[in-house]
């Protein structure tokens, strides 16, 4: 039998030892193509809007954002989180997007309200934020063409609609071109103990949603309603035994303890806002619709509209009602659908719709997304 020679130690390849050096200077280089692939990136970016604009399309789609979050949320394998993930490649969108078109966003102000914490989860920080004082603002400054894109409340998971969004659309029925969805976490903040609280402001849904955490915890203080969280906390600095409800980026901004984290009384506590203005959004294969209606005033009439959907196989993700602005006993209808505007079943079911509406809007079609955290 042969006679097998086992190679020396010293014949085998030695593998060089890990050093704090040698990593660093890792890092080092990885960071360097990072650079440089993110640069390529925005050069791409730039490329795309301008054929984009050479056959006459809009340069900047909102949709083809959401498919990029959407993808990598998919491909995501750590050890990063896809949140972390998400908030890495938001800022790179928003930074390329900048070079496109640099962009305004209204939002109902002022900054660390919940809305301006969505419109910083959907646009990124490269944007020029526009805080306005009410809802009614955040349409007008889309309208006259003063901001690209304004962001309004549409929904919470808790107190139902809002009311002046769905006002503001039936006066205005501007197209809707997005969505966030955001996870609401209410904190209680101020500059002293919580047995010293004698006030707590914030808005009135704010405090609906924390109302048992403030009779459990706070029964003696009074409940202020103002115009927005981030006033709440603006007053929580100034009046002694004050506190504010509102979000914990908020009481970072403004200098304030944070008393009491998550004390609203629903854990799953969302806030649906709608993106108006922007571009028509193409269609993604994932899609929802929104149209607002207003039919006779007659026995039968809504269970006819509904049946239009059930006969086209179109699922109803939400619907409300809403006075109609000036007249008794009418109402507008706002719904939402699962599908596309451009589908054929989709464009069926709206034409089957206007034969029996006095009134109709389209409001728009945009990618279903993501619930995002507060």
Same mark, same amino acid.
């Given at each position: 039998?042969?006679k097998?020679t086992?190679?020396?130690?010293? %014949?085998? /390849?030695?593998?060089?030892?890990v050093?704090?050096?040698?990593?660093?200077?890792?890092?080092?280089?990885?960071?360097?193509?990072?650079?440089?692939l993110?640069?390529?990136?925005a050069?791409?970016?730039?490329?795309?809007?301008?054929?984009?604009?050479?056959?006459?399309?809009?340069?900047?789609?909102l949709?083809?954002?959401d498919?990029?979050?959407s993808?990598?949320?998919?491909g995501?394998?750590?050890?990063?989180?896809?949140?972390?993930?998400?908030?890495i490649?938001?800022?790179?969108i928003?930074?390329c997007?900048?070079?496109?078109?640099? %962009?305004?966003?209204?939002?109902?102000?002022?900054?660390y309200?919940?809305?301006?914490?969505a419109?910083l989860?959907r646009?990124?920080?490269?944007?020029?934020?526009?805080?306005?004082?009410t809802?009614?603002?955040?349409?007008?400054?889309?309208?006259?063409g003063?901001?690209?894109y304004?962001l309004?409340?549409?929904?919470?998971?808790?107190?139902g609609?809002?009311?002046?969004?769905?006002?503001?659309?039936?006066r205005?029925?501007?197209?809707?071109? +997005?969505?966030?969805?955001?996870?609401?976490h209410?904190a209680l903040?101020?500059r002293?103990?919580?047995?010293d609280?004698?006030?707590?402001?914030?808005?009135p849904?704010a405090?609906?949603?924390?109302?048992?955490?403030?009779? /459990?915890?706070?029964?003696?203080?009074?409940?202020?309603?103002?115009?927005?969280?981030?006033t709440?906390?603006q007053?929580?600095?100034?009046?002694?035994g004050?506190?504010a409800?509102?979000?914990?980026?908020?009481?970072?901004?403004?200098?304030?303890?944070?008393?009491?984290?998550?004390?609203?009384?629903?854990p799953g506590?969302?806030?649906r806002?709608?993106?108006?203005g +922007?571009?028509?959004?193409?269609?993604?294969?994932?899609?929802?619709?929104?149209?607002?209606?207003?039919?006779?005033?007659?026995?039968?009439?809504?269970?006819?509209?509904?049946?239009?959907f059930?006969?086209?196989?179109?699922?109803?993700?939400?619907i409300?009602?809403?006075p109609?602005?000036?007249?008794?006993?009418?109402?507008y209808?706002?719904?939402?659908?699962e599908?596309?505007? %451009?589908?054929?079943?989709?464009?069926?079911?709206?034409?089957?719709l206007q034969r029996?509406?006095?009134?109709l809007?389209?409001?728009g079609?945009?990618?279903?997304v993501?619930?995002?955290?507060g």
């Amino acid at each position: 039998m042969a006679k097998v020679t086992r190679r020396s130690d010293s %014949s085998e /390849k030695k593998q060089t030892p890990v050093s704090v050096p040698r990593l660093q200077a890792g890092i080092r280089t990885i960071d360097a193509k990072i650079v440089q692939l993110l640069n390529q990136r925005a050069a791409i970016v730039k490329q795309l809007a301008e054929h984009r604009r050479g056959e006459g399309k809009p340069d900047v789609q909102l949709a083809d954002e959401d498919r990029q979050l959407s993808d990598i949320s998919a491909g995501a394998t750590g050890p990063l989180s896809t949140a972390t993930l998400q908030n890495i490649f938001r800022e790179i969108i928003s930074g390329c997007r900048s070079l496109v078109r640099p %962009s305004r966003v209204a939002f109902l102000g002022p900054q660390y309200t919940y809305s301006h914490l969505a419109a910083l989860h959907r646009f990124g920080s490269d944007v020029e934020f526009v805080p306005v004082g009410t809802i009614a603002a955040v349409f007008e400054e889309v309208l006259r063409g003063h901001s690209q894109y304004g962001l309004v409340p549409l929904e919470n998971s808790t107190d139902g609609r809002i009311a002046d969004t769905l006002d503001m659309f039936s006066r205005h029925p501007m197209r809707i071109c +997005g969505q966030v969805e955001l996870m609401i976490h209410h904190a209680l903040l101020a500059r002293c103990p919580r047995t010293d609280i004698r006030e707590v402001y914030s808005r009135p849904q704010a405090l609906s949603q924390c109302r048992n955490w403030l009779s /459990k915890h706070l029964p003696a203080a009074r409940l202020v309603e103002v115009t927005s969280t981030s006033t709440a906390a603006q007053l929580a600095i100034e009046k002694p035994g004050a506190a504010a409800i509102a979000a914990v980026q908020a009481g970072i901004h403004y200098g304030l303890d944070v008393i009491a984290e998550n004390i609203e009384d629903n854990p799953g506590n969302t806030t649906r806002f709608a993106i108006i203005g +922007g571009e028509p959004s193409p269609r993604t294969g994932n899609d929802k619709t929104a149209i607002m209606f207003q039919l006779e005033h007659r026995p039968g009439a809504l269970a006819e509209a509904m049946g239009i959907f059930k006969k086209n196989k179109l699922n109803l993700t939400w619907i409300e009602s809403f006075p109609v602005p000036g007249t008794r006993g009418a109402y507008y209808f706002f719904i939402e659908i699962e599908g596309h505007g %451009s589908e054929l079943r989709v464009r069926k079911a709206i034409a089957g719709l206007q034969r029996k509406t006095l009134r109709l809007e389209l409001l728009g079609s945009y990618p279903a997304v993501s619930l995002v955290g507060g």
